[in-house]
């Protein structure tokens, strides 16, 4: 039996918004530690022409409820991309669960050659939904969940891949 798109993408979005939830709050307690503002690990880049910890978490949970509202044909929820502290960041995981946490997986599944077109800035993106979920929403969300971890890890949060993992 064939895993379906809804088995193969909604849980381990959940999974690993989870997690990085959790790697934050030890974010948020190492900066209270160090009696830092948070900006200094939200604002924190691996290179400067990298987006930073905040914009990663941003754009995670963006790939997750643009990409599964593209494939279930809703309307995503709109988020301002206006987070700075870890408090807001975990807002946003918490609605972006909650929309996840709505959706069937009748929704989604069936999907497979759905067409799905959008545009960022100047680019111009055609898939159909396998194709979209298995090598543009997935990767995507890995990559910048990744990212935030590695920025807080390099930065001296002690978290592993335990942490990651969850």
């Not at 997690?19 to 200094?40: C, F």
């Not at 709505?102 to 989604?108: H, I, R, S, Y």
């Not at 090598?135 to 949060?157: C, D, E, K, Q, S």
Request: aromatic share 12%; glycine share 6%; hydrophobic share 45%.
């Amino acid at each position: 039996m064939a895993i379906s798109m809804y088995q193969a993408s909604v849980p381990q979005f959940q999974k690993m918004l989870g997690n990085l939830s959790a790697i934050l709050k030890k974010g948020e307690e190492y900066v209270q530690t160090k009696k830092l503002e948070d900006a200094v690990l939200t604002g924190s880049r691996l290179f400067p022409d990298m987006f930073a910890l905040a914009r990663q978490v941003q754009i995670a949970c963006d790939q997750v409820k643009n990409g599964m509202a593209r494939l279930a044909g809703v309307e995503p929820p709109r988020f301002e991309d206006a987070e700075v502290t870890f408090a807001q960041l975990q807002e946003r995981i918490t609605k972006t669960l909650a929309f996840i946490d709505g959706l069937k997986p009748a929704q989604v599944d069936g999907m497979e050659a759905k067409e799905i077109k959008f545009s960022i800035k100047e680019w111009h993106f055609e898939f159909v939904g396998e194709q979209y979920l298995l090598t543009w929403i997935i990767p995507n969300f890995y990559f910048h969940i990744t990212t935030a971890y590695n920025l807080l890890r390099h930065n001296g949060v002690e978290i592993g891949k335990a942490d990651y993992l969850g």
